[in-house]
């Protein structure tokens, strides 16, 4: 069997009146993340997770902000395509373990329809899919509100 993992990371600027998606869901919060698409950090670091993965280059390369057909698209069809990647090079994904960093909203409230959405897309159980949160005890420009942060470890196997 061939076992590998992978690890992203993604960074958006907060920014009054826009809406906050993280991990498929729309959460309730007065920011939402300055993006080209979305902007949902938690899709984004595990797509790049999943490319890195699967020896694949980022998801900048796939999906770039370059090009207008991705303009506020929704991640979750980024994540898509992304699994499709990895699928057409024979991987399946075994589990998923994400962190997103950020001062508010809280988002254990939406963590369950996260690791629904997730899972439904990269066909796993929502059991494999882990999706924590964790302030910065308001040093830098995440405990400032400024900013968001998410950080994503997938194994995948053939």
């Not at 902007?39 to 020896?55: E, P, R, S």
């Not at 040093?139 to 994503?152: C, S, T």
Request: charged content about 25%.
């Amino acid at each position: 069997m061939n076992i590998r993992i992978g690890q992203g990371i993604d960074f958006h600027q907060l920014k009054a009146g826009l809406d906050l998606w993280l991990g498929g869901v729309r959460v309730p919060s007065g920011k939402g993340c300055v993006a080209h698409s979305d902007g949902d950090v938690l899709l984004h670091a595990i797509c790049d997770a999943l490319l890195g993965a699967a020896g694949l280059k980022d998801i900048g390369y796939y999906f770039p902000d370059t090009d207008n057909k991705y303009k506020n698209i929704d991640s979750k069809i980024l994540l898509k395509n992304t699994f499709a990647l990895v699928s057409q090079k024979g991987y399946r994904v075994n589990n998923i373990d994400a962190t997103i960093c950020l001062e508010k909203p809280k988002i254990s409230p939406f963590v369950e329809e996260m690791k629904k959405a997730i899972s439904a897309i990269v066909e796993i159980q929502p059991d494999d899919v882990a999706v924590k949160a964790t302030t910065t005890e308001k040093l830098g420009f995440i405990g400032d509100e400024d900013g968001i942060a998410a950080i994503a470890v997938v194994l995948i196997s053939k």
